[in-house]
């Protein structure tokens, strides 16, 4: 895969590649933290490497299969397992469970609230931006010389601001699309009785939707990983425990 197929697959989820000297884990821009992404990547060779911004609630681990084969394996398998066993734990009580998941609800809606608000003030903002920028992109037809440029100078602006709104519009909705509803909670209840039951064993896919649902996170520090989830509470874990002694 070439460089500009990898970085336009990175941006498509969500994450912020930057340019690195080729064959290198060094950032290309000597000041990259200030740099803007679109200007490291215009100065860039075309071997850079790629290299991803970290923070913002997300972190990377580097796994080398070269020197360590199956190293990316082992690592997924070890979080997939401590994440599902901290589940597992938490689906133990039924009753407790379905109250955890009640609360939960009732607090997320707090919140919410005024999520949905914001959204809906973003997309009139959103309008409004339209209409001015279809207004001046009119009026910058008709001027030429220096009030012209003016003009594409605040069209560009409103670019931007529009970019920024259209961007927040996506993380607002991303963000209650993950709402806890009556629904959802129903069918987390049924599934926990499926699984803690025995009837069924659930699959990666499986997991992982419900691991999503329940926004489960995993920090990993020295060795130890420390899993919580929008139930709250939180259970550690040490990677020797799960990612030698365990299998998936």
């Known amino acids: 895969m ?27 821009a000597f000041n990259w933290q200030e740099q803007l992404t679109f200007t490291q990547w215009h100065n860039a060779p075309h071997d850079a490497n790629i290299g991803l911004r970290a923070g913002s609630g997300r972190s990377f681990i580097d796994c080398d299969n070269d020197k360590s ?9 070890w979080i997939e397992s401590v994440t599902w066993d901290y589940i597992m734990k938490l689906i133990k009580d039924p009753q407790k469970f ?14 919410m609230r005024p999520k949905q608000k914001e959204l809906e003030h973003v997309i009139a903002l959103l309008k409004d931006t339209e209409r001015e920028a279809e207004e001046v992109a009119q009026t910058a037809k008709k001027i030429k010389g220096i009030v012209g440029a003016k003009l594409e100078k605040q069209a560009e602006e409103i670019d931007k601001r529009y970019q920024a709104l259209t961007k927040h519009k ?32 659930p699959t990666c896919e499986d997991r992982r939707r419900w691991l999503e649902i329940l926004q ?8 130890m990983a420390v899993v919580t989830c929008r139930l709250g509470g939180s259970r550690n874990y040490r990677l020797s425990e799960f990612l030698f002694t365990r299998k998936s």
């Open 2 to 28: 070439d460089t500009q197929t990898a970085r336009e697959q990175f941006i498509q989820n969500g994450y912020d590649p930057i340019p690195l000297k080729p064959k290198s884990k060094v950032p290309f």
């Open 69 to 77: 084969p199956e190293t990316f394996q082992n690592v997924t398998r």
């Open 98 to 111: 379905e109250e955890k998941l009640k609360e939960a609800q009732a607090n997320e809606a707090e919140t």
């Open 170 to 201: 996506i993380e607002l909705q991303n963000e209650l699309a993950v709402e806890l509803s009556d629904s959802t909670i129903n069918n987390l209840l049924e599934f926990r009785e499926t699984v803690a039951l025995g009837l069924d064993n």
């Open 216 to 223: 489960a996170t995993v920090t990993v520090t020295k060795g």
